[in-house]
């Protein structure tokens, strides 16, 4: 039953699945944002745009887990590493999606440098590998991640990112793909405590992706988002809070047709570096 019901959630999602399973957002911010990811400079930025990490200045680590439809065969598990240093930003970040029999597995290596107000750049190195059951042959590949953000004004952030853009190929029969994603957007603080942003994803395997997220501050460190995206539509909502330095988030995504997804997100910040 748990095989059958893997597979239905295989062919209802096969346009978004699989792209989100490797280049999908990380922890609990962007998944409660409506994905918006590409202009933040936080944490999991590792993982959504590394140029974002130029800006981070605590050593941590981080955990991030995302259930699928109640579904464990469809859990997105993220952990990171980022360690800023007076060259730039260094980190390293893991990923896995599925279950014992089928798992999509990233690890990738990322470095990030800030060459002033309006260029930040990161680059990060992916290796990908694809383990089926006992009867199939593992598949193994590479390829690498590219991102920008610009400080237009000290309330607007621009951000671009693309995953893949060489279109590598699986040695596999029908050689298949690894999909290009392109995503673009903005971040604009409307007051101290109040953060609107918008992005649009480009896949080179399914529909584009309108994004648009809130973020509201409240006291004492407690954070309210909300977020709506387009493929598939969907329905975002979700908390933060920072309690010295541990910073912990937990979303939920909601579509009419398949039901609720769940997101939280766990970030230890060690140590704060000062360059």
Excluded at 91 to 106: A, P, V
Excluded at 260 to 266: E, H, K, R, W
Aim: hydrophobic content about 40%.
């Amino acid at each position: 039953m748990r095989r059958s019901l893997f597979l239905i959630g295989l062919c209802l999602f096969c346009n978004h699945c699989f792209s989100w399973d490797l280049s999908g957002v990380a922890g609990g911010r962007s998944n409660a944002t409506g994905n918006c990811s590409v202009s933040f400079n936080d944490f999991w930025s590792i993982q959504n745009n590394p140029a974002g990490m130029a800006d981070y200045n605590f050593l941590g680590v981080g955990f991030s887990y995302e259930n699928r439809f109640f579904m464990k065969e469809l859990s997105y598990y993220n952990t990171a590493f980022v360690m800023p240093v007076k060259i730039g930003t260094f980190g390293l970040s893991m990923s896995r999606f599925g279950f014992e029999d089928f798992n999509e597995n990233k690890l990738g290596l990322a470095y990030a440098r800030d060459f002033g107000p309006y260029l930040k750049m990161g680059l990060k190195l992916d290796y990908l590998l694809f383990n089926f059951s006992d009867d199939y042959e593992k598949r193994q590949t590479a390829t690498f991640e590219l991102g920008i953000q610009s400080d237009i004004t000290d309330n607007l952030r621009i951000g671009v990112y693309v995953f893949n853009p060489i279109n590598i190929k699986l040695k596999t029969i029908h050689n298949e793909r690894i999909p290009v994603v392109f995503r673009f957007g903005f971040a604009y603080r409307v007051t101290k405590d109040f953060l609107a942003t918008s992005e649009v994803e480009y896949n080179s395997e399914s529909r584009i992706d309108y994004r648009f997220g809130l973020e509201y501050h409240t006291l004492n460190e407690f954070y309210i988002r909300v977020g709506v995206h387009t493929n598939p539509a969907t329905a975002s909502v979700g908390v933060g809070y920072t309690l010295n330095r541990v910073v912990i988030d937990v979303s939920a995504n909601m579509n009419q047709y398949t039901g609720v997804s769940f997101q939280s997100s766990l970030i230890f910040k060690i140590k704060e570096v000062g360059l």
